[in-house]
């Protein structure tokens, strides 16, 4: 690495989308995923795919009782 970099022609916001998909780490107990990572394998569907169905349900109902 160099002790010094010039931005002097550098563009601020040039790579910036404020529409960009973020992706989160979200941190599974073990036995949590485990349990989940079976579910999802019996239903032929991928494991981020069953937890985004549950959590939507788990908002619904959240939402319906506001």
Request: no cysteine; glycine share 6%.
């Given at each position: 690495m160099r002790d010094e970099y010039d931005f002097s022609k550098g563009e601020r916001g040039k790579f910036f989308n404020p529409n960009a998909?973020?992706?989160?780490?979200?941190?599974?107990?073990?036995e949590v995923l485990?349990?989940?990572?079976e579910k999802a394998k019996a239903k032929?569907?991928?494991l981020n795919a069953l937890v985004n169905d549950l959590l939507k349900k788990d908002i619904a109902l959240i939402e319906e009782v506001k």
């Open positions: 998909k973020k992706n989160l780490p979200v941190y599974l107990d073990a485990d349990y989940f990572a032929g569907v991928e």
